[in-house]
């Protein structure tokens, strides 16, 4: 059982950053591709970016590429996002969740009902 919280939401005027953190529970942290999705009202759950466990491979959806950050560091059980030049649209629920697998080291998958585990979500809303 993994338990993952995150951290780092809030409220910030269009052009800022904010970074988020996930810090998970559990020794098998590791081995887990982890994720970030989002979910703003009246849409889907999307995955804005999801890294792999080793970190050599990252994905980002198209609307935060060159904006958002995923990184991850195995010894703190942590991954965290860092989204700079934030926009009005970016505003929602992010959640981290991770996939238990198994995949290997440069694999990842960005469908929601492919991760296992999520946090309850943190509150990011960008002012125009």
């Known amino acids: 059982q993994v338990q993952l919280v995150e951290s780092g939401g809030g409220l910030v005027q269009a052009g800022g950053s904010l970074r988020l953190s996930c810090a998970a529970s559990?020794?098998?942290?590791?081995?887990?591709?982890m994720g970030w999705f989002r979910q703003a009202p009246g849409k889907e759950r999307e995955c804005v970016a999801a890294?792999?466990?080793?970190?050599?491979?990252?994905n980002y959806a198209d609307s935060v590429k060159g904006r958002f950050t995923i990184s991850r560091d195995n010894a703190k059980n942590t991954v965290y996002l860092q989204m700079n030049s934030l926009k009005p649209e970016d505003t929602a629920v992010y959640y981290c969740?991770?996939?238990?697998?198994?995949?290997?080291?440069?694999?990842?998958?960005?469908?929601?009902?492919?991760?296992?585990?999520w946090g309850q979500g943190t509150q990011v809303t960008v002012s125009s």
């Open positions: 559990g020794r098998a942290f590791s081995s887990y591709t």
């Open positions: 969740a991770a996939d238990s697998g198994p995949l290997g080291p440069l694999v990842l998958r960005t469908r929601s009902r492919e991760y296992d585990y």
């Open positions: 890294i792999s466990w080793s970190g050599g491979a990252t």
